[in-house]
């Protein structure tokens, strides 16, 4: 009896240090310095010299333990968008949230509260592109089919503000969806918004052209 006591004892006193040593393990990047490898990837990818880091299976092993994502982007669900390729990184470098028009609803936030505050991620990129079908249908307005009318309505707000403005209303909304997401972000509370103010964590926007590859960060 008293053997099998001491064993749960044991296995119970395990279980509660690895929950304490979960949270400890935190980025060795800050924003800053997180944004500088996003960007310098996506250098190396516009300029075709992609290395295709950590793609290896030793890397796959080592991160079956844990994972430590330098960076959350939040794109969209575009097939022609994927993160990983155009900032050249590979797995376990990136926490990856897509969604038709890159909004953000409560789902979203806790995805990405979840890698804020136990993965200890110091970066969040809210990626629009160019083109964007999800804004394009958007700013042709109506009541869209199925669930595609709760992207639509999401992204009205953007579309509205755009048509104050001089130039292509599509690409105005993409710019401005993307400002509002952000805006959105920095002032969610508790988390996301303690962090950013605490210069914990760094949140901007991007655009991604479809002709030339290239992440222009717009916020």
């Not at 800050?30 to 295709?52: I, P």
């Not at 918004?193 to 002709?211: F, H, T």
């Amino acid at each position: 009896m008293k053997t099998w006591t001491s064993a749960i004892i044991l296995a119970l006193t395990l279980l509660w240090m690895n929950t304490l040593s979960f949270p400890q393990r935190v980025s060795a990047l800050d924003g800053k310095q997180a944004l500088q490898r996003l960007l310098a990837g996506n250098q190396r990818y516009v300029a075709k010299k992609a290395l295709h880091p950590n793609q290896t299976a030793e890397r796959r092993a080592e991160i079956a333990k844990s994972q430590h994502p330098f960076a959350i982007v939040l794109g969209c669900s575009d097939s022609r968008v994927p993160p990983e390729l155009i900032f050249d990184q590979g797995l376990g470098d990136l926490f990856v949230i897509r969604v038709a028009g890159n909004i953000v609803d409560n789902t979203v936030l806790g995805s990405i509260e979840y890698a804020v505050e136990h993965l200890h991620t110091p970066l969040v990129v809210v990626l629009g592109h160019k083109k964007c079908g999800a804004v394009s249908a958007a700013v042709v307005g109506g009541h869209a089919p199925g669930h595609i009318n709760s992207l639509v309505e999401a992204i009205m707000p953007a579309v509205e503000r755009a048509r104050n403005r001089a130039g292509d209303l599509v690409e105005n909304t993409v710019r401005i969806n993307v400002d509002m997401a952000v805006g959105q972000l920095k002032s969610s509370e508790p988390i996301l918004a303690q962090l950013s103010r605490e210069g914990k964590l760094m949140i901007i926007g991007s655009r991604y052209d479809l002709d030339t590859g290239a992440v222009e960060i717009i916020q």
